[in-house]
């Protein structure tokens, strides 16, 4: 189970069976985090008489580990392209998986290098998509999905409009990693970006979500991605997406899960 990626109240429930389990039952948990200590959620599980066991996971072994990933996921990513992709994404482990599995579904079949990561990954600084994105996610639902559909007529590719919200949402969850102690220019470096105002308009953005729920925003954006990729209509996938970036978790669409052998 990926905890990490729970909303709060399914980690709730899940913490109060962990505090009682049933008996001579087996349950398996997983869960993803930058911290260097255990989630709280392992607090319940070994209250209850759990076992909990830390991976912890080197920054120079995060090529390796992405090279690794990429393999279980069929997608022939070589060495320099692992690095880019690094580079581009970050050291958190569970965006680096999410981040291979787009990869594996946008280049099926074909090698990856640094070219194909940063044709996949490269932040987009189309206006239109960047008001998209400033509208929805503070909560002005209505004028992001007025400038969605204005880009949709305009017959913008919805990959690369989707692209501009994969790359806004990566840099909010870098940034609600960021110390808060830190400088202004310092900690826009460390989250990776150019200007000061660009952290505190992100910290902002940031602030209305809980880390569980970016993380599940950000698997919103993966499965949109699949869902596109898969001939879905953009006009059917991304305005839940972007209502769901405003706050309107329910009018996130439902994907059926995908079975990989």
């Known amino acids: 189970t990926g905890c990490h990626g729970l909303s709060p109240a399914g980690l709730s429930e899940l913490k109060d069976y962990a505090l009682s389990p049933t008996p001579d039952a087996f349950c398996a948990l997983t869960h993803v985090g930058k911290g260097k200590n255990p989630p709280p959620l392992a607090k319940a599980v070994q209250a209850g008489g759990g076992t909990v066991t830390q991976v912890a996971l080197r920054r120079q072994d995060l090529t390796g580990w992405v090279m690794e990933r990429a393999k279980v996921r069929h997608a022939r990513l070589n060495p320099a392209g692992a690095a880019e992709l690094v580079s581009r994404v970050g050291t958190a482990a569970a965006e ?3 981040a291979v599995e787009q990869l594996a579904g946008a280049f099926a079949g074909t090698a990856i290098g640094p070219e194909q990561v940063k044709a996949q990954f490269e932040g987009l600084g189309e206006q239109q998509v960047w008001d998209l994105c400033d509208q929805a996610l503070t909560g002005r639902s209505g004028q992001a999905l007025v400038t969605l559909r204005a880009l949709l007529e305009g017959k913008a590719d919805p990959l690369l409009i989707l692209g501009g919200i994969a790359s806004r949402v990566r840099d909010l969850i870098r940034v609600r990693s960021v110390p808060e102690g830190l400088p202004p220019a310092a900690a826009a470096k460390a989250a990776g970006l150019r200007f000061d105002w660009q952290l505190r308009r992100y910290r902002e953005q940031a602030g209305r979500f809980s880390s569980a729920e970016l993380t599940w925003l950000h698997g919103q954006v993966v499965e949109a991605d699949h869902a596109l990729k ?22 996130a669409l439902e994907y059926p899960e995908r079975v990989t052998r």
């Open 230 to 251: 898969g001939l879905a209509p953009g006009d059917v996938v991304l305005p839940p997406l972007v209502a769901a970036l405003a706050g309107d978790r329910d009018a």
């Open 96 to 98: 680096l998986d999410q």
